[in-house]
């Protein structure tokens, strides 16, 4: 808590009708708000220079930048101007969100030309930091975990267009960590939420993951929990069957349950409970560390 002091203002920023920071969509099809000039032509392109640039942890060099995006670097230097001039003056400094590569915070440590955007709001950094959070406030979490729920708008970065984002299908995959980022959050807050009877925030979470991840079995395990208790038995059964014990892919044969999703059915022995235990821990995910949900951007 103490090591995020301007998380809660942030969050609020985000939400708020009129925002003094440049926003960043990613939980959903992707969108950039800014503050600065706006552009006449190659709006697309553009959010994908900003959307590079904004998730490296450590900025990224000239020469970084346009191979990513097959440019010379001559022209990729260009393309962030163009970006700079996009997202306007940031008010917490009086200097632009994307400073002259030279003079970054990481440029002036390091000694190189590093393009680093600074104080612009990424809902996939403040989902990060609402998780980490929740997770080491332990039952008291509950609440930032759903925050970051309500920050899910669809499946992360759907809905691209342009020809910016050839960077975003190699090496680690940044969207498919937030797909198993939002699975994860809504597993939790769904399970917590049904052993305490909430069966209204359990269906919002479950339904919240389908929206990001409707091919997912997790989000379609905690459906049938919801429905269950809603005092649906039949159709919780069916949901089971059809969309998790039956489920095909290409119209093959069933596929074979994760280790995961086994554990869950053993576990709830669908009564729409979890079996009894300690309670008043919010627990990590085993299957991805909080650290890799989302690289930092100059907000945090």
């Avoid at 797909?179 to 769904?190: I, K, L």
């Avoid at 359990?202 to 929990?225: C, F, G, K, M, Y």
């Amino acid at each position: 808590h103490e090591a995020d002091p301007t998380l809660d203002d942030d969050v609020a920023a985000w939400f708020a009708d009129e925002c003094p920071l440049p926003r960043l969509t990613l939980l959903g099809p992707v969108r950039a708000r800014t503050r600065g000039t706006p552009l006449a032509v190659r709006k697309a392109y553009m959010t994908g220079v900003l959307t590079y640039l904004s998730t490296r942890p450590y900025g990224a060099t000239p020469d970084e930048l346009a191979d990513a995006l097959g440019l010379t670097t001559s022209k990729a230097r260009g393309y962030a101007k163009t970006v700079r001039d996009w997202l306007g003056t940031n008010p917490r400094t009086g200097q632009p969100h994307l400073p002259d590569a030279r003079r970054t915070p990481e440029a002036i440590s390091r000694g190189v030309a590093i393009y680093q955007v600074q104080d612009l709001l990424v809902d996939a950094d403040l989902f990060r930091r609402l998780r980490a959070r929740g997770q080491a406030r332990g039952q008291d979490g509950l609440a930032d975990l759903t925050r970051a729920l309500d920050l899910v708008q669809g499946p992360p970065f759907s809905q691209l267009s342009g020809d910016a984002w050839a960077w975003l299908y190699e090496g680690d995959r940044l969207d498919h960590h937030l797909t198993c980022a939002v699975v994860d959050v809504a597993h939790t807050v769904t399970t917590h939420a049904l052993r305490a009877g909430d069966i209204r925030t359990a269906r919002t979470a479950t339904e919240t993951a389908l929206l990001a991840a409707s091919a997912e079995e997790i989000p379609h395990l905690d459906l049938a929990a919801v429905t269950r208790a809603e005092g649906s038995p039949g159709q919780a059964n069916r949901i089971l069957r059809d969309q998790v014990c039956n489920r095909t892919d290409d119209e093959g044969p069933p596929l074979d349950l994760s280790q995961r999703s086994h554990t869950i059915l053993e576990t709830r022995r669908w009564t729409g409970q979890e079996r009894s235990g300690d309670a008043s821990a919010i627990p990590a995910s085993p299957e991805l560390d909080t650290r890799r949900v989302a690289p930092s951007t100059g907000s945090t």
